[in-house]
């Protein structure tokens, strides 16, 4: 049972290239969501998902993609990489409202 | 939307001391949680806890919900307990989303 895994844990992207940062919940979780750490800050939530197919814009979605085509993996995309964009990106998932498990991370940085 | 506050934003004790952070938030809530970040960045939940009071081992918390405060109590600290400690909410009508507060960052000396 590994919980909440994502991949890559590390990334260093130009400006404009594109990629695509994968969630992966083996606890048959039916919520899963993607934050943003910057410093200095708590999280912040990106997009989230309350099931497969479904996905909802949460306080930042401006940039990214999402989708949750199976109920395990929910993918976050950035299209064209802008600066502002490095962070330290978070995914969690949750059986129902209200306990959130988070996975290890991912560091983004972006030229 | 919601706004949550932590106190204090930082925090020094030498091993053995006692603490108590706060998280005051401005909105009646569905969800409480708090959160430790290990200095390795790896968020860990330490309690759900929407209101009442909740102990496990030396770190307890209590929130009383009407005067829309939560209080995360650490006893005879020790050096892993260093890192940020993070509350998040959920108000009433957010559809499950969490809004988390900017943490306290604890430094436990030896």
């Given at each position: 049972n590994a919980g909440v895994t994502q991949t890559p844990k590390f990334r260093v992207l130009k400006t404009g290239q594109s990629m695509t940062l994968l969630c992966a919940q083996d606890?048959?979780?039916?919520y899963m969501y993607w934050y943003r750490q910057d410093p200095g800050m708590g999280l912040r939530l990106i997009h989230y998902s309350v099931g497969e197919g479904t996905t909802a814009k949460g306080e930042v979605p401006d940039g990214y993609n999402v989708s949750r085509?199976?109920?395990?993996n929910f993918l976050l995309g950035l299209e064209s990489a802008a600066p502002s964009q490095t962070s330290v990106y978070f995914c969690a998932s949750s059986l129902t409202s209200n306990i959130q498990y988070f996975g290890a991370g991912t560091r983004l940085s972006v030229l | 939307g919601i706004q949550v506050e932590q106190s204090p934003p930082d925090l020094i004790l030498q091993e053995g001391a006692n603490s108590t952070l706060r998280c005051n938030f401005s909105d009646s809530v569905n969800n409480l949680q708090w959160f430790h970040q290990n200095p390795w960045g790896q968020l860990i939940n330490l309690f759900y806890i929407p209101s009442g009071t909740k102990q496990n081992g030396r770190l307890s918390a209590t929130t009383v919900a009407t005067e829309r405060y939560s209080l995360l109590y650490i006893s005879s600290s020790q050096t892993t307990d260093s890192g940020v400690y993070f509350c998040a909410v959920e108000d009433g009508?957010?559809?499950y989303k969490l809004t988390f507060g900017k943490g306290t960052l604890l430094t436990v000396n030896p």
């Open positions: 606890m048959n979780h039916e085509l199976k109920k395990q | 009508g957010s559809n």
